[in-house]
């Protein structure tokens, strides 16, 4: 097991007569020996692109990165020992799962001229660890996605790496395969000890995968902590809103003398910790953390209510406040559009209006 660090890692893309783009923006970013780490965020946030330069298919413009303590930045990728699985798999298609799973062995092979038997243990080895022992004769095109999505997988590891990337492993499987593949990712993971880096656009992939989570940003880490801390305690009104489903909501209001964020002028809310008078806020409270009461609490009108079994989700209009509330609701609630209820905030955020940070 390897450590992995990162140290103001640079990327910017120029082109003649446009502007620099700055992709990925100063990222200090330390994993320990064995670690998960979560790297999620939007589309074009930059977190494939560190990724690459991890993995040495992307030039650095600037910073360090360093495997085991020794730097890799000017290393070719080939002698890294960085496995990636790809998001699109990356399959040779005229080749066999094992002859896929061997490809790269058999080239080093060659090289250091070692012994095929090795190759062909290895690929048995690894192809009981994955599940693949009943499709090694298969080729790419009569796999599904979450074989194919296995057997990139594999191929990443059977070269036994220092670290390992996963770009969007997921994201082209159904619902039932994704549960299913990402409890068999889980499980390899923890077995084989190698440290990781998850890139992924889906909070709950992360969420349930990652020992660590760094959201990223427009190229920067908004937050990096436990899967608890990010959710519990978020550093920012954009790690606050991209975590969490439904997602929480987030009501404008100003700071009164009295410890309270006032959201219209009829409606407040206490605020958990001191904020100075006359301030512009951002309140944000979890739809779990809202609770419908019979009398006390703040009066709403249902807007609409979704029953969805295990429970529901309840939109809700607040006098004056020009955002919704969504609330969610035990299984046996019943409301109708127009009805009239009362909400009581439980555990509550509070984030600086301007410049989105949170107060704590």
């Known amino acids: 097991m390897t450590a992995l660090e990162l140290r103001e890692l640079r990327k910017t893309y120029r082109a003649r007569g446009r502007p620099a783009v700055d992709a990925v923006r100063g990222i200090d970013l330390g994993l320990r020996s064995g670690e998960l780490l979560g790297l999620l965020g939007p589309s074009g946030c930059g977190k494939s692109t560190t990724l690459r330069m991890i993995a040495g298919l992307e030039p650095v413009t600037g910073g360090d990165i360093l495997v085991g303590g020794a730097s890799v930045v000017r290393r070719p990728a080939q002698e890294r020992n960085i496995g990636v699985a790809f998001e699109n798999y990356a399959l040779y298609p005229p080749l066999t799962v094992a002859e896929n799973l061997a490809f790269g062995l058999r080239a080093r092979r060659r090289a250091a001229r070692g012994s095929s038997a090795d190759v062909a243990r290895k690929v048995t080895e690894i192809a009981e660890r994955v599940g ?102 978020p550093a920012t009104t954009f790690v606050a809103d991209f975590v969490g489903e439904p997602a929480i909501n987030l009501l404008p209001g100003i700071a009164t003398a009295d410890g309270h964020a006032r959201l219209s002028a009829t409606v407040r809310t206490a605020l958990p910790v001191p904020v100075a008078e006359g301030r512009a806020v951002v309140v944000g409270i979890r739809p779990e953390d809202l609770e419908l009461t019979g009398t006390d609490g703040i009066p709403a009108r249902v807007v609409a209510h979704e029953p969805l079994l295990e429970s529901g989700i309840a939109t809700l209009a607040l006098d004056g406040v020009e955002h919704p509330l969504v609330v969610l609701t035990g299984p046996e609630v019943r409301l109708a559009h127009d009805d009239r209820v009362r909400v009581a905030p439980g555990l509550t955020h509070v984030f600086d209006a301007e410049t989105g940070d949170s107060l704590r």
């Open 132 to 233: 693949l022992t009943g499709i090694l004769d298969a080729r790419p095109a009569g796999l599904s996605s979450g074989q194919k999505q296995r057997v990139s997988l594999a191929r990443a590891l059977i070269r036994e790496p220092d670290v390992l990337l996963l770009d969007e492993p997921l994201s082209h499987l159904d619902a039932a395969q994704r549960d299913t593949t990402r409890r068999e990712l889980k499980r390899i993971q923890r077995d084989l000890g190698h440290t990781t880096i998850l890139v992924t656009h889906d909070q709950e992939e992360a969420l349930s995968l990652a020992d660590r989570i760094a959201v990223m940003k427009d190229g920067a880490i908004q937050q990096l902590g436990t899967p608890f801390e990010i959710y519990d305690s």
